[in-house]
């Protein structure tokens, strides 16, 4: 493997970092929310 296909895999990866992060964190964000509305369904049968 050259520099220049090490590069190209550099930048692919940081790339795809960048896309995954956001996707990640609405996806926690969704989970959160979905945890909460759990929670506040248990306690309203209570």
């Not at 990866?13 to 989970?31: D, E, G, T």
């Amino acid at each position: 493997m050259n520099g220049y296909e090490l590069l190209l895999l550099a930048v692919g990866c940081s790339s795809l970092s960048i896309v995954l992060l956001p996707v990640m964190a609405w996806l926690r964000l969704r989970a959160v929310e979905r945890g909460l509305v759990v929670l506040e369904a248990q306690f309203s049968l209570y």
